[in-house]
């Protein structure tokens, strides 16, 4: 064989070359892409842990964390979780049926929904944090506080840059259809 196959570079970005070249790149998003099926894996533990799908667990836990006296709008979480309102509509409305969120019109916006847990919403979340706590610990346990700032502002940055890649890939599609 006449030397090896080299692919072309599959960014143009300088900031993401290494002499040059994209290993580098190609690992982190291969390391990316590792993390994020155990991070799913480990949601979707902790939610059975507590008789819910792990995208079910993520709403109530994140409601439960953003809540704060008044509760959470339904666009809030929908932008925290950077997911549709429509996908937060439809797991609250089965975690409503359940009896673990409660849900009211926002008193500020009448076009406003708020979310909050109710008692056994509570209770559910109080059951299972100290399982929470320990694989957080595991999942976090060889990251530094110098790591963990670079590693905040990194994913911010990366969030917006996947959101600009998603509308073009949303508008490329549509140009398809």
Do not use: W
Not at 64 to 89: C, E, K, M, N, P
Not at 120 to 131: H, K, Q, T
């Amino acid at each position: 064989m006449k030397g090896s196959y080299r692919p072309p570079l599959s960014t143009s970005r300088r900031a993401l070359l290494v002499d040059g070249d994209d290993s580098e790149f190609r690992r982190l998003i291969y390391r990316l892409s590792a993390v994020e099926e155990r991070l799913r894996h480990a949601r979707s533990y902790l939610g059975r842990r507590i008789g819910l799908s792990g995208p079910q667990y993520m709403l109530l836990i994140t409601v439960a964390y953003l809540q704060g006296a008044a509760g959470i709008a339904v666009s809030s979480l929908a932008r925290d979780l950077r997911v549709t309102s429509a996908f937060i509509t439809a797991e609250s409305r089965r975690l409503v049926a359940r009896g673990l969120l409660a849900k009211r019109r926002n008193p500020h916006d009448s076009r406003s929904t708020l979310l909050s847990l109710t008692g056994a919403g509570r209770r559910r979340i109080a059951r299972i944090v100290p399982e929470i706590g320990r694989v957080n610990d595991l999942f976090f346990g060889g990251v530094s506080a110098a790591s963990f700032r670079c590693a905040q502002r990194f994913l911010d940055e990366l969030a917006a840059g996947s959101s600009a890649a998603m509308a073009y890939i949303e508008q490329r599609e549509a140009r398809r259809a």
